[in-house]
C-alpha cells in the first residue's frame, strides 16, 4: 500500500513532516512533554526540539509548554493547537484517499514516476524477470509488458548497490541515440534487445529525425536517427521496424 507525509513549511523555517502529529496527540493526551516523547519513541530533547518547532511553524503556539526537564512539565495544545492537529488528521486522510486511487503498482512506485526526471529520452518501468551474475558484470531482464522484456548489463557492484533481486522494480533508462532502427522481424545482431514495433509519430529536424514506437502493452520508445536514414528506410506512420538496443546502452534506476 502507498504511504506519504504531508511536510509543512515556512521560508526561513525548519520543516515539520506531519508525524509531529503523533506528538501533538500524544501530549494532548498526556500532558507532558516527557511522557509524550516516549509513547512516540522520541528522546525529550527530540521531542522539546519538535515543540519549538511547530511553535516557531505557526503565527500561534501550537503548545503551552513549561520544560520540566525529563520529570515532565505542564503542557497541553493551544485551541490553535488542537485546530491544527484536526487539519493534520484532515490532510493526510484526504491523501491516503488519493493514494488509494494511484495504487495500482507496488508500494510508492506510482508517486516515484510522476516527480522522476530524467535526462533520457525513454524511461521504462518494469519488474524484474531474471538476474545472472557474471564474473564482473551481471544481466537483468526487466519485465515492461506482457511479452516485452529489456535486458540491461550492468556492473556486479552496481547491482549490488541498487539491490536489484528477482520481483524487484526497475525503470530502465535509455538515451534516444542509442536506440537503432532496422527493417524486418529475426535480424541477426549483436544487439540483445530487438524490439518490434510500429511508427507512431515522426519529427524531422535539419539533420535528425525523432521516431516515435509503439512496441506494445501501451509502451513507447523514441529514437533517433539522421534524417537521410530515416528517408532511406521509409519510416512513415504505421510502418513495422525494429528498435536493436544493446544491452550496456540501458541504464538501469531504482528508487
Same mark, same amino acid.
Given at each position: 500500500m502507498l504511504s506519504a507525509n504531508v511536510t509543512l513549511e515556512r521560508p526561513g #523555517?525548519?520543516?515539520?513532516?506531519? *508525524?509531529?502529529?503523533?506528538?501533538?496527540? /500524544?501530549?494532548?493526551?498526556? %500532558?507532558?512533554?516527557?511522557?509524550?516523547?516516549?509513547?512516540?519513541?522520541?528522546?525529550?530533547?527530540?521531542?522539546?526540539?519538535?515543540?519549538?518547532? #511547530?511553535?516557531?511553524?505557526?503565527? *500561534?503556539?501550537?503548545?503551552?509548554?513549561? /520544560?520540566?526537564?525529563?520529570? %515532565?512539565?505542564?503542557?497541553?495544545?493551544?485551541?490553535q493547537g488542537r485546530a491544527a492537529l484536526a487539519a493534520f488528521r484532515r490532510v493526510q486522510g484526504a491523501l491516503d484517499a488519493a493514494l488509494a486511487q494511484l495504487d495500482g503498482g507496488p508500494p510508492s512506485e506510482t508517486l516515484w514516476s510522476l516527480g522522476m526526471k530524467t535526462s533520457a529520452r525513454n524511461a521504462l518501468r518494469g519488474r524484474i524477470s531474471a538476474l545472472k551474475p557474471g564474473a564482473v558484470n551481471t544481466e537483468v531482464t526487466l519485465r515492461i509488458a506482457d511479452g516485452l522484456e529489456i535486458v540491461a548489463i550492468v556492473t556486479g557492484q552496481s547491482a549490488e548497490d541498487l539491490g536489484l533481486a528477482v520481483g524487484g522494480s526497475a525503470v530502465a533508462l535509455i538515451e534516444s541515440g542509442f536506440v537503432i532502427l532496422a527493417q524486418g522481424d529475426g535480424l541477426v545482431t549483436s544487439a540483445r534487445n530487438q524490439i518490434p514495433g510500429v511508427?507512431?509519430?515522426?519529427?524531422?529536424?535539419?539533420?535528425?529525425?525523432?521516431?516515435?514506437?509503439?512496441?506494445?502493452?501501451?509502451?513507447?520508445?523514441?529514437?533517433?536517427?539522421?534524417?537521410?536514414?530515416?528517408?532511406?528506410?521509409?519510416?512513415?506512420?504505421?510502418?513495422?521496424?525494429?528498435?536493436?538496443?544493446?544491452?550496456?546502452?540501458?541504464?538501469?534506476?531504482?528508487?
Open positions: #523555517l525548519p520543516r515539520v513532516a506531519l *508525524a509531529r502529529a503523533s506528538l501533538l496527540q /500524544a501530549i494532548d493526551d498526556l %500532558g507532558s512533554i516527557s511522557a509524550a516523547a516516549q509513547r512516540v519513541g522520541l528522546s525529550y530533547k527530540a521531542a522539546w526540539d519538535a515543540v519549538q518547532g #511547530l511553535n516557531n511553524l505557526f503565527d *500561534a503556539p501550537l503548545i503551552s509548554a513549561v /520544560a520540566g526537564g525529563k520529570a %515532565g512539565g505542564a503542557t497541553q495544545l493551544t485551541p511508427v507512431q509519430a515522426r519529427e524531422d529536424g535539419a539533420v535528425n529525425t525523432e521516431v516515435r514506437l509503439d512496441i506494445g502493452g501501451g509502451k513507447t520508445l523514441v529514437a533517433t536517427v539522421t534524417l537521410e536514414s530515416a528517408n532511406s528506410l521509409g519510416l512513415a506512420e504505421g510502418e513495422r521496424v525494429t528498435a536493436l538496443v544493446k544491452a550496456p546502452h540501458v541504464i538501469l534506476a531504482v528508487e
